[in-house]
């Protein structure tokens, strides 16, 4: 089992940034990619970005391409979404989700997943 919490949702004015966090505890979180996915009200839950294991490899969906960045300290068990320039587009629940999957956006295939963190972006 893994256990994910995400912390460092707020509010925040639109054009300004936060950093996400997800700290990861019980089984060895270091083998297994990371991704980040947002559910805003009345809407799917949506990804938005994800890393391997080794953190060589990154993929964003097109809207956060150049604003958000996603990394990873496996030495802390945790990985970040640094979001900057965020819009009010942005608003939503905000998951940490751990797993092996085939390919990196796909939900389905994350087998851990955090209780979420809300960031709220205002215009």
């Known amino acids: 089992q893994v256990q994910l919490v995400e912390s460092g949702g707020g509010l925040v004015q639109a054009g300004g940034s936060l950093r996400l966090s997800c700290a990861a505890s019980?089984?060895?979180?270091?083998?297994?990619?990371m991704g980040w996915f947002r559910q805003a009200p009345g809407k799917e839950r949506e990804f938005v970005a994800a890393?391997?294991?080794?953190?060589?490899?990154?993929s964003y969906v097109n809207s956060v391409k150049g604003r958000f960045t996603i990394s990873r300290d496996n030495a802390k068990n945790t990985v970040y979404l640094q979001m900057n320039s965020l819009k009010p587009e942005d608003t939503a629940v905000y998951y940490c989700?751990?797993?092996?999957?085939?390919?990196?956006?796909?939900?389905?295939?994350?087998?851990?997943w955090g209780q979420g963190t809300q960031v709220t972006v205002s215009s």
């Open positions: 989700a751990a797993g092996s999957p085939s390919v990196l956006s796909g939900a389905g295939e994350y087998g851990y």
């Open positions: 019980g089984r060895t979180s270091s083998s297994l990619a």
């Open positions: 890393i391997t294991w080794s953190g060589r490899t990154t």
